[in-house]
């Protein structure tokens, strides 16, 4: 496979904080990649020195195969889909499409005929003589999309596109997403901390705390074997049981709700925990358990039934030993640089 | 029976109650004041002003016809002791304010860009602080810095650069026997004074552009001198217009300055003090007053024309 982006120690240090600290990627042509991790993880930080809005402290940025480390944007074969849009309230819809292509001197007529095209690709057209201010949420998401794809990049950047858009529009707008994506066969960067959202869209997934990556897989890979205990909780919710286990042998195991099969009454045995049930949170299509149990608190995610059991009631978790997943030691925070 | 979860209603609880059950009442009430005084005293006085323009003097007796007449007008674009009047200030006012908008850009662009919480309140601080002394002592300090045996002067001859002065001292017109003497010298001035006035709108126009537009527009392959001509220009003319109307007009109608600095030439403001204190000719004084606003106006509808106003 192709590399399209390759990061190689890539160190970035904003006055005391290490925003981006040593990180190492490849991203592969054509694929959808995500950046994963809470605000402050320095996800949004690698996109920008990936588009070159940020400077690198060290480290290297390969595009393409070409050191790119100290290139503006402007020539970079990158794009990029910014988090507020930065849609040009001055220019009419059509122009702001047209804008990249105005820059490099492509005649009016030509220039609008194609902005034309990938409105239509965007789904817009008859929007093209609007301000964008007179546009809603989800039309200048497209509009921003539409701009950033005319000079048909070998690279997309996107910063939390979809960030500011109710749920359901979201969720349309993730599917159109991956299926732009797709028929396109652009690299995709996508920047998100909704973990639901890296895990439907994305080939691979990098998920970033504290400036470094703490797991890059598939999103399979991340939510069936969490290495560290900030994954297995970030991605998805997580039981983190600490100890010795039978044939399993000591240390901290991530165990997912869904996996924790619950009976009422008291059945002591291997795998198996007694507790009391302390809170019910019916959720429609399931039911989320919150068990106390000796040492903690476990919770159980199963399919609603028609009998919900009352809380206080005595009951068991079980779970297989394979749904156990052994954890190492994450990245301890280092809010502090060592220059 | 119905029970109301309402208190006793006392006078000023029903007051409350009627202007937010009609809030154009409020409105009304908190207009008419400023309404009063716009219309009547600010308005008023200047139409009555404006309204003078139109009689004319008697040159035998010095009395004044209240008869309409476009007499005075013609006097003051007939003389050409009048018209170079007129064009002098115009020319002055135009350099000044071209001056301000050079010297305005980048500090305001620097101040928006570039600083935050305590820099920026630094920044805002040093644009201010001129205007808190006052204007009259600026200008003497300006006469006094720019004077023959000045500060200004003086630096030039520490750098050995002499020649430089008095080659521009020695420009026809712009020139004269030292700076503060000499048309050059009162554009300084000038320049210096009203400063402010276009650092500040500039920098509220500037303030409102996201960052994210200029990245973006990087981003879309354009080099910074695009950026500029594209999306930074086109969003800072509304603050540019406003700045540059602030230092045409205050150029226009100042008559302080050129007294105190520069050539013996009249410009309008002196003309129009002038003609209704000592010389007693209000009309002509009027007429005078109604030049910057027809000015004002004409440059008001190019800039429209322009598109100047396209992005507010």
Known sequence: MQTAVQLINLTCIFGNVRAVDRVNLEVYSGEFFSMLGPSGSGKTTCLRLIGGFEAPSSGQIVLFGQDASRLPPYARDVNTVFQDYALFPHMSVLDNVAYALMVRGVPRAERHRRAGEMLELVKLSGMEHRRPSQLSGGQRQRVALARALINQPRLLLLDEPLGALDLKLREEMQIELKALQRSLGITFIYVTHDQGEALSMSDRVAVFNHGQIEQLDTPKGLYEHPQTEFVARFVGSANILEGRLIGLGEGRFALRPERVRLVAGSEPGAHRLVGRLLDVHYLGSQTRYEVQVEGGRITALAPSQEEILPAGSVVTLSWDATSLRPLADGIPARPEASV | ?????????????????????????????????????????????????????????????????????????????????????????????????????????????????????????????????????????????????????????????????????????????????????????????????????????????????????????????????????????????????????????????????????????????????????????????AAFSVVPIVVITLYLLLVRRLGAFDAL
């Open chain 2, 1 to 285: 029976m119905t029970q109301t979860l309402r208190p006793p209603r006392g006078l000023w609880r029903r007051v409350s109650d009627l202007f937010y059950l009609h809030p154009g009442l409020l409105l009304f009430l908190l207009l008419v004041p400023p309404m009063l005084w716009m219309g009547i005293i600010y308005l008023g006085s200047l139409f009555n002003l404006l309204l003078y323009s139109f009689y004319s003097i008697n040159g035998f007796t010095g009395q004044l016809e209240y008869r309409f007449t476009l007499d005075t007008f013609k006097t003051l674009l007939t003389t050409p002791a009048n018209t170079d009047i007129v064009i002098r200030t115009v020319l002055m006012a135009l350099a000044v304010t071209l001056a301000c908008g050079l010297i305005a850009f980048p500090i305001a662009f620097y101040m928006a860009f570039y600083t935050r919480g305590n820099t920026r309140t630094l920044w805002y601080m040093l644009v201010l602080l001129p205007l808190w002394s006052s204007y009259l002592v600026r200008v003497y300090a300006g006469r006094l810095i720019l004077a023959q045996e000045g500060v200004v002067s003086w630096f030039f001859a520490q750098l050995h650069l002499s020649w430089l002065l008095d080659a521009i001292l020695k420009t026809p017109v712009l020139g004269g026997p030292s700076l503060a003497s000499s048309y050059f010298g009162m554009f300084v001035v000038f320049t210096y004074i009203w400063l402010p006035y276009m650092i500040l709108p500039l920098l509220a126009s500037l303030e409102r552009v996201p960052k994210s537009l200029i990245q973006a527009s990087a981003d879309l392959g354009a080099r910074p001198g695009q950026t500029f001509r594209r999306v930074i220009w086109p969003l800072a003319v509304p603050g540019v217009a406003a700045g540059s109307i602030f230092t045409f007009s205050l150029t226009l109608g100042d008559y302080i300055i050129p007294q105190v600095v520069g050539q013996p030439g009249f410009f309008i403001g002196q003309m129009v003090y002038i003609q209704q204190g000592t010389a007693g000719n209000i009309p002509l004084a």
